[in-house]
């Protein structure tokens, strides 16, 4: 079964500080995945997407790393901002029909 | 302006009615979808249409269908409204065909449905 795992489901960090959310998946074949951030009650916006050839994309503060061979990814926020709090998804795509399998998410609390 | 945008934003009604819920995406894209987010903040794809065809999560009760009155607009009809349909639903929109499935779902801003 097609399957898209987050951890941890949840953590509070301290504003300036770092933090590393994983994306475990089973999807096959693999096509590419994304990763997108969800401000409450707002829809989701995509922060990268990764391609099996690539390793590691950024976007500002925010880096994604592939490990195609272990079927990992994660998400790397440096330097957090209170505007960082939010739900981060994974979505990984299959290549044969296209589908999408999204995520439970991880939701992230910056505290001052 | 907004790029993909949805009406109304919050849904309160009781069982057994009949709602819609409006979508319009001003983007070009050629492809639009619906996704239920539930309360355990899971997104589910439920329908992905062009004005070519229709896919269909064979999960969605037959009580929602899509209505697309032209290709910058994708409603979501549910009839005979249940508890279990509460959650909050999003429209998105891409334009397909880009090599390696590498288009970018734009998400509307949902729409809290809650049925009493």
């Known amino acids: 079964k097609n399957q898209v795992e987050q951890s941890p489901q949840s953590l509070i960090i301290l504003e300036g500080k770092n933090c590393t959310l994983q994306c475990n998946y089973t999807v096959s074949p693999f096509s590419n995945l994304r990763w997108y951030k969800q401000d409450t009650g707002r829809g989701p916006v995509s922060l990268t997407i990764?391609?099996?050839?690539?390793n590691t994309k950024s976007n500002g503060r925010y880096t994604a790393t592939l490990d195609a061979d272990t079927k990992q990814s994660s998400l790397h926020i440096t330097a957090s901002q209170l505007s960082d709090s939010a739900s981060y998804i994974c979505?990984?795509?299959?290549?044969?029909?296209?589908?999408?399998?999204f995520g439970g998410g991880t939701r992230v609390l910056v505290k001052p | 302006d907004t790029a993909v945008s949805q009406t109304p934003k919050y849904l309160v009604t009781q069982m057994g009615n009949d709602k819609s819920i409006k979508c319009e995406q001003n983007?070009?894209?050629?492809?639009m979808y619906w996704y239920k987010q539930d309360s355990k903040k899971f997104l589910k794809i439920m329908f992905s249409?062009?004005?070519?065809?229709?896919?269909i999560n064979e999960t969605v009760p037959n009580r929602f269908s899509p209505k697309s009155p032209d290709k910058a607009h994708l409603n979501l009809h549910i009839n005979s409204l249940e508890l279990g349909d509460s959650a909050v639903y999003f429209c998105?929109?891409?334009?397909?065909?880009?090599?390696?499935?590498?288009?970018?779902?734009?998400f509307g801003p949902g729409t809290r449905l809650t049925v009493l």
């Open positions: 249409y062009n004005n070519k065809e229709l896919i």
């Open positions: 979505v990984v795509r299959k290549a044969a029909g296209n589908k999408l399998t």
């Open positions: 998105a929109s891409s334009q397909v065909g880009l090599a390696g499935g590498t288009d970018t779902q734009y």
């Open positions: 990764m391609t099996f050839s690539e």
């Open positions: 983007l070009g894209h050629d492809t």
